[in-house]
Nanobody, 122 residues
């Protein structure tokens, strides 16, 4: 059974950095793409960033230049490095995986984590 577990969320100050992790299990993820999404209170879930199975990356305009996605050498953990955090980055962050995909469309992702809360305080 494929499982994704996010970790690394927390309360930070404006301008701080934070790295989220998405640990995968139950499958071979070397050919998976991983997307990151977030949902702020009272808002719809939105795309943040993605790392395709071939290594291509894509970012939302709102995080471009501040956030970076990467994959661990063992290929069973993905990371979302977030720099220069802003109050508007406050949200529950989710990772999602799907074979041979790494785009921004949430409907294309099969597996989802439970989410981790990031709060950026001013």
């Amino acid at each position: 059974q494929v499982q994704l577990v996010e970790s690394g969320g927390g309360l930070v100050q404006v301008g701080d950095s934070l790295t989220l992790s998405c640990a995968t299990s139950g499958g071979s993820f070397s050919s998976y793409g991983m997307g990151w999404f977030r949902q702020a209170p009272g808002k719809e879930r939105e795309f943040v960033a993605a790392l395709s199975w071939s290594g291509d990356t894509v970012y939302a305009d709102s995080v471009k230049g501040r956030f970076t996605v990467s994959r661990g050498s063992a290929k069973n953990t993905d990371y979302l490095r977030m720099n220069s955090l802003r109050p508007e980055d406050t949200a529950v962050y989710y990772c999602a995986a799907h074979p041979h995909y790494g785009g921004s469309d949430p409907t294309q992702y099969t597996y989802w984590g439970q989410g981790t809360l990031v709060t950026v305080s001013s």
